[in-house]
């Protein structure tokens, strides 16, 4: 298949810290890359690396028309800049600040404008909403003030799970979701979204195909899922569909990043690249031809729901 350059977005938590600092001459080239191959959305959040996401973006952006690019941001959760989720010595998350308080909401906007170089932003995510529906919500009529004054242009909701996004989705209109490695070979957990947001109009943007590495590395020693060590048996899936791709000669790459494009509802797929090499490789991945008897196969031996339209 041709990469679909329209529904592909670059996805901004590796350019602040994710698992190792990335330098700020590689993120400004991955941004540059993105923008030459194409691409016109570009998602960040101030949690990614306390806001230097937002600042990479907004010294690579800056020099592009506003009216050219679609951008989204987050809200409700930070932390220190420059800091990954891990802290020196701390724990995963352990310095992360949730409040979506209604003040906290309109100055988190406020400072990832400033940050982004920019006046407005497409779309501001509720971020990292699980355990916390209630307390998101209160952030929401500051983020419908925002969007009636223009500097925003709509609100969504940005997950890791389903349920939390089915449960706000029940209490107020949005305009879209972004779950992160929920529509997956591994995981298609976002189906249950699906008639939801066709129903209601609500864009899906998918994130995290790799499962966090897994998909993109393979069933390796020290292979990640969802941020943390893949427990046995999701390291015999991957090698089950390893498998099936040696004999269908497809890269797993290839496979994981066009599965979720098949489906109709998903408005955009974010990369997570960190460098122009892994966005370059990304995009030689979508172009490789894959047999649709390997998809069914795929759907056959039950690593991918019967419900998910296959490419």
Known sequence: ?????????????????????VGEAQALATVDAAWEAGIRIFDTSPLYGGGLSEERFGRALSRRPREAYFLSTKTGVSRPYGQAAAPPGGARRAADVWDYSADATRRSVAASLTRLAANRVDLVHLHDVERRTDAAMTAYPELERLRAAGTIGGIGIGANTVDAPLELMARARFDAV????????????MLRL????????????????????????????????????????????VRAIEALCARYQVPLRAAALQFPLAHPLVHALLLGARHPAELRDCLSMLAVPIPSAFWRDLQRDGHVDRGCPLP
């Open 1 to 21: 298949m041709n990469p679909p350059v329209a529904r592909l977005g670059l996805g901004g938590a590796a350019l602040g810290v994710l698992f190792e600092p």
């Open 178 to 189: 972004l779950v992160a490695g929920r529509y997956s070979l591994l995981d298609q957990s």
């Open 194 to 237: 699906a008639k939801t947001a066709e129903q209601a109009g609500t864009r899906l943007i998918v994130g995290g195909v790799f499962n966090s590495g897994i998909l993109a590395t393979g069933a390796r020693p020290g292979a990640t899922f969802h941020y943390d060590p893949a427990p046995p048996e999701v390291l015999e899936r």
